[in-house]
Nanobody, 125 residues
Framework: QVQLVESGGGLVQAGGSLTLSCVAS????????MGWFRQAPGKDREFVAA????????PYADSVKGRFIISRDNAKNTLTLQMNSLKPEDTAIYYC??????????????????WGQGTQVTVSS
């Protein structure tokens, strides 16, 4: 059974930083691409960033490019999102996602796969 457990959310002032973590279990972590998505109140869930199996390919949403960094540690089954220069519009619930199929990059609109329970990030102005 796949489990994705996020942590690291919280309240931060605009311009501040937060680091989110996601610990995965249930499948061989290194075989699956991973991603971060977010959902703000009243909006659809949206793509934030993704990372390939070895970390060599990391696409980002335009809204976070240059401010957020996605990384993974396959030895620790952990996905990380370093968020810098946070803005009030970054306020959302952030979700960790593991791709459905091995060796396939995460889609910006995933069909299937697994999701964590989410962690709240609130950025005050």
């Amino acid at each position: 059974q796949v489990q994705l457990v996020e942590s690291g959310g919280g309240l931060v002032q605009a311009g501040g930083s937060l680091t989110l973590s996601c610990v995965a279990s249930g499948r061989t972590f290194s075989l699956y691409a991973m991603g971060w998505f977010r959902q703000a109140p009243g909006k659809d869930r949206e793509f934030v960033a993704a990372i390939s199996l070895t970390g060599g390919y990391t696409p980002y949403a335009d809204s976070v490019k240059g401010r957020f960094i996605i990384s993974r540690d396959n030895a620790k089954n952990t996905l990380t999102l370093q968020m810098n220069s946070l803005k009030p519009e970054d306020t959302a619930i952030y979700y960790c996602h593991q791709g459905r199929d091995p060796n396939i990059m995460v889609s910006r609109s995933p069909d299937g796969g697994f999701w964590g329970q989410g962690t709240q990030v609130t950025v005050s102005s």
